[in-house]
């Protein structure tokens, strides 16, 4: 009020914006306007809801003149831009994530309080877009964050679906799906833009006729048309102006009523396209490292891409004259084989629309996209059946014909009657029933490929792309994920962020490798006990939301042993399960035995068709029941599956962690980018030879992490030889017990069926090497126990982990695709105030 005062009595005193100023006082107000004005409340009667929403937009309005300088930036005509294709984006929460990339956190945490509210409760009412299912959408959210705090032009592209990864309840032990009704009360960070919707063809078939000039050509005459809107919300860099773009597409039919059909009275035959296009972006396939796919699935894929595309050549010729420059002002990332039918629509768009000669609009193509793969799971590799390939997508089908018929023929060149490396190579897999293979088509279609961890992109060359390997071994490389340190250390763990802080600075926020010089303090005693008491507090608070949650005690003090992740057998959550078992057994046979308590903390989802991952989750459930209700144990094993795991959860359960299980088959986790959150915020890895746990041992040394298991070529070996699982029961004791005890009903109330197929799959097929590792397994944990029990010892393995962790950055990922793949240079964001004169 002073300055309103000032302002009277002095004009050139000007008072702060209700819209931007950042002064407490002026945000406090801001929240009470929003609240009237936008939610129609009045304190009074508001909710907290109503309260999240009014801050939500009051945080909104001051970034979004950053966010359209930034999109006035990135249209000029000499800035090359990023466009990141992905089915998924799981970018968490926004409000909490915001107020720290706009530096903003104190003072609106005060201006809440004032209010007589909670900012953290605020937070928390925030539901979660949970528009992906696990490490792949994940990582391209990390990417998002980390394109605009490196102030890199940049677009993210996906699709807006109606219902995310669904909600995951637990009852009687066993998981059920509830629809994730993200939007039902609105959501504040979007800004529908139906202005610049695009129009995608399904269906029909493909004529071909003679233009004006007498050139042949070929059109798409579609069997229906279905409209794209974009939604677009801001994606703030930390401490920068650069506010970049995720533009997702929802879904619409072009007529939503069709008079025709309501006049001949057919009712509800009016609004059929309105409910089928409406569909097509319902809800998102709940599969992490998809299975066999599905028609809609594809629908989705090319619905999203045909837009993206279609919007990069709008907005690129708004700028440019032609075409022709289009690879040098844009280079399109491809998430997996998600998005990789984009090779072939902007092959159409060139060559159909915007008539280029199939050579010239070849190399554009080819230069534009880069392919980034994440899994080496051969059923994982997307193919689809021709036929629906075909009645869904005509004229793609005709252009992957052709690309495929030029690339043989190049193939044909290099290695002369070679018809292995010919069938391997093609788009059409002809082998059984045709189908198309993403995979080729991105691979031919790019000019670089990644995979997402050394060993990863390393076994790539080796196995699933050997052939395209031999072909052009110069497009291959490799980007070691990473994962923002804004979201996954300031915003999730306010405690380790304030101790790091006092001791190095902050320049550690968005330059990770200066964790380093906290390894000067790792012989400072009183340190070591200001970080344990840090972990302390971090492991109270998931105590306590444990109990609020699943109704379980748990003692801050034992070892928090933590596996978070997706639910696949090839991530062996059963195999933690089986030692959990065996140190049950330990303690039943001699309670005296030393070791420390331990709680065993899981989380995840499984795919709804999944069978095995589900019967794992009752598994984890049913041990938990009997061990934690066992009154021999006195509280010193706890088993806990914590519901509904999302990125929210992640950022309790990370901070928390003592222990992280990254146990998978070596070979098998491409990259993993859950076990760099866990590092970072100093928990010790148990781990396997796999994905990128091979880097951070690397980083951290081998004698700050905890390493069992066979190698990828031990396990190459070992299955080579004829695998027997049955052996590791029949000649270990331990083992056999426990899996004896599963067997007997022990854990399911004498239900001997229950747990029964877990067992016979360990027994007689064990895929995953469970049997071959468990020996490894139950070594290595001894050896945590042991560490633990040193409280200095195991406090100086945290501190180094910590300080270690600069390479798993996503800055550093993604300065790595910026230098070797996409050639991109930052731009600045010169910040503009709006005025009604220069809008
Ligand atoms: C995941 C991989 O399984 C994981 O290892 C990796 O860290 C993550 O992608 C990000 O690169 N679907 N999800 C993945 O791959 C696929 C396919």
Redesign the pocket.
């Known amino acids: 009020h002073l300055s309103l005062m000032a302002s009277i009595l002095n004009p050139n005193v000007t008072i702060e914006d209700d819209r931007t100023g950042l002064d407490i006082e002026t945000i406090r107000r801001a929240v009470l306007d929003n609240l009237f004005y936008i939610q129609g409340k009045f304190p009074a009667i508001a909710t907290k809801h109503d309260f999240y929403m009014a801050l939500a937009y009051t945080v909104r309005d001051r970034l979004l003149q950053r966010w359209l300088n930034s999109v006035q930036t990135n249209l000029k005509k000499d800035v090359k831009s990023v466009a990141y294709l992905s089915a998924e984006f799981l970018v968490g929460p926004h409000l909490g994530n915001n107020l720290i990339n706009l530096d903003i956190y104190q003072q609106v945490e005060q201006a809440i309080k004032e209010s007589g509210l909670n900012l953290q409760e605020l937070i928390d009412t925030e539901e979660e877009p949970g528009l992906g299912?696990?490490?792949?959408g994940r990582?391209a959210a990390c990417y998002l964050d980390s394109l605009s705090s490196l102030e890199i032009p940049a677009i993210g592209y996906g699709i807006r679906y109606e219902f995310g990864i669904f909600d995951q309840h637990i009852q009687d032990g066993w998981q059920v799906e509830i629809t994730d009704k993200w939007l039902q009360y609105g959501n504040p960070w979007e800004i529908a833009r139906p202005e610049s919707s695009v129009m995608v063809n399904f269906g029909g078939r493909t004529e071909a006729y003679t233009d004006d000039h007498g050139a042949f050509r070929v059109r798409w005459i579609p069997e229906y048309v279905v409209k794209g809107i974009p939604y677009d919300t801001p994606i703030l860099g930390y401490k920068v102006n650069t506010a970049n773009t995720l533009r997702l597409w929802r879904s619409e039919a072009c007529e939503s009523f069709n008079f025709e059909r309501f006049n001949q009275g057919d009712y509800y035959g009016a609004v059929d396209s309105k409910v089928h296009s409406e569909n097509l972006c319902k809800v998102l396939y709940p599969n992490?490292?998809?299975i066999q796919g599905k028609e809609l699935r594809l629908q989705q894929q090319y619905f999203f891409v045909c837009c993206s595309l279609q919007d990069m050549i709008r907005t690129h010729l708004i700028e440019n004259s032609s075409l022709d420059n289009f690879d040098q002002l844009w280079a399109i990332q491809l998430n997996?084989t998600h998005p990789a039918v984009a090779v072939a629509e902007l092959m159409r768009l060139l060559v159909d629309v915007h008539h280029y000669e199939w050579e010239p609009a070849w190399q554009i193509t080819e230069n534009t996209f880069g392919y980034t793969n994440?899994?080496l799971l051969p059923e994982?590799l997307e193919k689809w059946p021709l036929s629906i390939f075909g009645r869904l997508l005509p004229r793609l089908l005709e252009i992957i014909y052709e690309i495929n018929n030029r690339f043989l023929e190049r193939v044909r060149i290099k290695f002369p009657d070679n018809g292995s490396k010919m069938s391997s190579l093609s788009i059409i897999d002809e082998s059984d029933d045709k189908y198309v293979r993403m995979a080729n088509l991105a691979c031919i279609g790019s000019h670089r490929i990644n995979g997402?961890a050394q060993l990863h992109s390393e076994l790539l060359k080796e196995t699933i792309l050997h052939d395209f390997y031999a072909l052009f071994p110069e497009k291959f490389t490799n980007v070691t994920?990473g994962v923002t340190p804004r979201r996954w250390m300031v915003l999730s763990n306010p405690r380790l962020t304030e101790l790091i802080t006092q001791k190095i600075g902050n320049r550690w926020i968005n330059h990770l490798d200066e964790l380093k010089q906290l390894e000067q303090f790792v012989d400072d005693a009183s340190f070591r006990s200001q970080w344990r008491q840090v972990k302390q507090e971090v492991k109270q608070d998931l105590a306590k939301y444990i109990e609020k949650k699943v109704g379980i005690v748990v003692n801050p003090a034992s070892l928090f042993d933590v596996q978070v992740k997706r639910i696949h057998e090839y991530k062996r959550q059963h195999l933690n399960v089986l030692h959990i078992i065996t140190l049950y057994n330990r303690l039943k046979h001699n309670p005296n035995l030393d070791i420390p308590p331990r709680t065993f903390i899981f989380g995840g989802k499984a795919a709804p068709g999944y069978f095995m991952a589900k019967r794992i989750i009752k598994l984890i459930t049913s041990v938990g029941d009997v061990i934690n209700n066992d009154p021999d144990l006195k509280d010193r094993l706890k088993v806990v599956f914590l519901p509904d795991y999302n990125v929210t959860l992640g950022q309790r359960v990370y901070p928390a962690a003592d222990l992280s299980e990254q146990i998978s088959t070596a070979g098998k986790?491409?990259?993993?980018?859950g076990n760099m959150k866990f590092s970072l915020n100093g928990a010790l890895t148990i781990g396997t030879l796999d994905?990128a746990n091979v880097e951070i041992r690397e980083e951290v040394g081998a004698e700050n992490f905890f390493l069992f298991g066979l190698t990828t070529p031990q396990v190459a070996e070992v299955k080579s030889h004829g695998y027997y699982p049955r052996g590791h029961y029949d000649s270990n004791e331990e083992l056999r017990g426990v899996l004896d005890l599963i067997s007997c009903g022990f854990f399911s109330r004498g239900n001997r069926e229950l747990l029964q197929p877990i067992v016979d799959n360990l027994l007689y097929d064990d895929p995953y090497l469970l049997l071959a590792d468990y020996q490894s397994y139950i070594n290595s944990q001894e050896e945590v126990s042991e560490a633990y029990k040193d409280q200095e010892r195991w406090s100086r393995m945290s501190i180094l982990n910590v300080a270690r962790m600069g390479k798993f950055s996503s800055d550093r990922s993604i300065q790595e695709y910026c230098d070797n793949i996409w050639k991109v240079q930052p731009v600045s964001i010169k910040l503009q105030a709006y005025n009604q004169e220069n809008a």
């Open positions: 299912n696990g490490g792949l990582l992490d490292e998809p997996d994440h899994t994982a997402v994920n986790e491409a990259s993993g980018t994905g």
